[in-house]
C-alpha cells in the first residue's frame, strides 16, 4: 500500500511546486551520491536564479555551469520548475520596481562637496512601465497614421501593447 501523504495543517504548509519537485528528486536519490550531489545543485540554481533572474549569474553562485543548466532543461519537470522560478524573479522584479516608483530610494545630497542631508528620488519612468503593464488598454502607447491614397483619405490607428491584449480580442 502506497504511502499517504498528511493532509497540510497549519504547522506544515503546503509545498511550492519547486518544493515538491525538489522533495521528489531528494526521495529518488536516496543513497545515490550523484543524485542527490545534482537534487542540491539544482536546489542552489533555482534559489540563486529567483534572487539573481539571470542564467549565468545563478550558474556562478551555484557553481553549476551554464550547459549543466541547459540539459537540466530537458527534463519536464525540471522545466516547470524553472518556469516558475522565472515567474518568482519576475514578481521580486516587479515588487523592487514597484517599491522604487511609489517610495522611492533614499539620496544623499551633496552642497560643494559636503554632506547635508537626505531626499527621497521617485522613478517616474518605472511607474510609467508599472501603469503601462497595469492596464495597457488604458496606457499603452497608441499612434494614428494618416495619409491618402487612390480611393481618398484613410485613418489607420494603432494601439501598441503586448500580444497578450491583442490576442485576448482587444480591437486595434
Known amino acids: ?88 524573479a519576475a514578481d521580486l522584479l516587479e515588487g523592487e520596481a514597484r517599491r522604487r516608483a511609489m517610495r522611492g530610494v533614499q539620496e544623499t545630497v551633496y552642497h560643494q562637496g559636503v554632506e547635508c542631508g537626505m531626499r527621497t528620488r521617485y522613478s517616474d519612468g518605472l511607474l510609467v512601465f508599472l501603469l503601462k503593464g497595469a492596464r495597457p488598454e488604458k496606457y499603452a502607447e497608441r499612434h494614428k497614421h494618416t495619409g491618402t491614397g487612390k480611393g481618398g483619405s484613410i485613418l489607420l490607428e494603432t494601439l501598441v501593447a503586448g500580444p497578450e491584449l491583442v490576442a485576448g480580442g482587444a480591437s486595434v
Do not use: I
Not at 522533495?23 to 543513497?31: S, V
Not at 539573481?52 to 519537470?77: F, I, M, P, Q, S
Open 1 to 88: 500500500m502506497a504511502k499517504r501523504r498528511p493532509e497540510p495543517t497549519r504547522e506544515q504548509p503546503e509545498l511550492t511546486p519547486t518544493e515538491r519537485y525538489l522533495a521528489e528528486q531528494r526521495e529518488l536519490a536516496a543513497g545515490d551520491v550523484v543524485a542527490a550531489t545534482t537534487a542540491a545543485s539544482k536546489a542552489k540554481f533555482l534559489e540563486a536564479f529567483v534572487q539573481l533572474g539571470n542564467v549565468a549569474a545563478a550558474c556562478a553562485e551555484a557553481g553549476v555551469g551554464r550547459r549543466t543548466h541547459y540539459d537540466w532543461l530537458k527534463d519536464d519537470g525540471y522545466k516547470a520548475v524553472f518556469a516558475d522560478a522565472v515567474d518568482e
